[in-house]
């Protein structure tokens, strides 16, 4: 993997989020709390895309099938032991860098 500059520093605003594609991947970024986390943008229970779907009170909830996942863990509200694909996030230069 490799560190890419994805976004502003102050992008998404809080309490939202917000897709960045790069040549292998789609990733779903969001902000909560003053944190930025980064995920995959797909849901583990059918592929859907997390970034269809909605980001509120702190969880991506999935466009397919309402699956909500916790953005400060990217696990699954109903079952913590499903995840999301996490991927590392820093502040740098004034840019949202994702290890992708």
Request: net charge negative; aromatic share 12%.
């Given at each position: 993997m490799a560190w890419k500059p994805v976004l502003g520093e102050d992008e998404p605003a809080e309490g939202a989020m917000a897709v960045v594609e790069t040549a292998d991947l789609r990733i779903v970024v969001c902000r909560h709390r003053g944190a930025v986390h980064a995920f995959e943008d797909?849901?583990?229970?059918?592929?859907?895309?997390?970034?269809g779907g909605n980001f509120t009170e702190g969880r991506l909830i999935c466009?397919?099938?309402?699956?909500?996942?916790?953005?400060?863990?990217?696990?699954?509200?109903?079952?913590?032991?499903?995840?999301?694909?996490r991927l590392p996030v820093k502040i740098e230069q004034g840019r949202i860098w994702v290890d992708a």
């Open positions: 797909r849901c583990p229970h059918a592929g859907g895309p997390l970034s466009p397919w099938h309402a699956w909500e996942f916790l953005c400060e863990t990217g696990a699954w509200d109903a079952n913590p032991a499903v995840t999301l694909r």
